[in-house]
């Protein structure tokens, strides 16, 4: 039985708990929120409870394990440049893999921070040469919550600072009138560490449009 915040006890059910899955139709699927707001434990419950498979999952944060090991903060200018040139091929590779999956008809989720409108216009534009709809899922910038679980997951690549500018951009720059203003179809917001939802509590709480999408 999918965990809700009304299983623990104590707990009276929140409207969400009642309510019934939000369907999510198949094509593009952006998430938009800061580093450590829950986006890789949220897209690992829709794996781990089957209403996804692992490969519809293109994580920049996964491939630039793949590419180039362990990741670590630049330390001085070249290094820094370094950074850069990894950054560029991780999102070339990330965009060729999007496309593959579109052209072929099958959904797919894009995880990255996406809180500037310049990520969210590249990976729109990407599913739009294929007549994918795309569904935005907001992870709220909540930066109490974002600066604890960065501390307790010990990330080196990324400051307290870092994570409270990305905080800042997103509560900035990507509203729900503004994603579909940029051309997103749909926009909802997923619950986390703030409500008391757990990961799987949140996967819960959407579902994932079966077989052929309609572009093909």
């Known amino acids: 039985m999918p965990e809700t915040s009304a299983g623990r006890a104590g707990a009276r059910p929140s409207p969400h708990d009642l309510a019934p899955p939000t369907p999510i139709p198949a094509g593009l699927v ?12 949220f897209v690992r419950a829709l794996v781990e409870r089957r209403q996804i498979e692992a490969g519809a ?10 590419l180039f090991g362990a990741v670590s903060e630049p330390a001085d200018s070249d290094a820094a ?14 965009d060729r893999r999007i496309a593959a999956r579109l052209a072929a008809g099958r959904s797919v989720i894009a995880e990255s921070t996406n809180v500037t409108p310049q990520a969210r216009e ?14 935005v ?27 409270r500018a990305y905080a800042a951009v997103m509560s900035r720059d990507a ?42």
């Open 175 to 216: 509203g729900a009138d503004r994603l579909r203003a940029e051309g997103a179809a749909a926009v909802h917001d997923v619950p986390g560490r703030r409500e008391a939802v757990t990961p799987a509590g949140a996967a819960a709480r959407f579902t994932f449009a079966p077989g052929a999408p309609p572009w093909r």
């Open 57 to 66: 999952v293109v994580s920049s944060d996964e491939m630039r394990r793949e």
């Open 81 to 94: 440049d370094a950074a850069d040139a990894a950054d560029a091929r991780i999102f070339e590779e990330r």
């Open 122 to 135: 590249r990976l729109i534009a990407l599913a739009r040469r294929f007549g994918a709809p795309v569904t």
């Open 30 to 41: 952006v998430l938009v929120g800061p580093p450590a707001s829950g986006k890789t434990s």
């Open 137 to 163: 899922l907001r992870f709220a910038p909540d930066v109490a919550g974002l600066l604890q679980q960065y501390a307790e997951r010990g990330r080196t690549d990324l400051s307290a600072a870092d994570v």
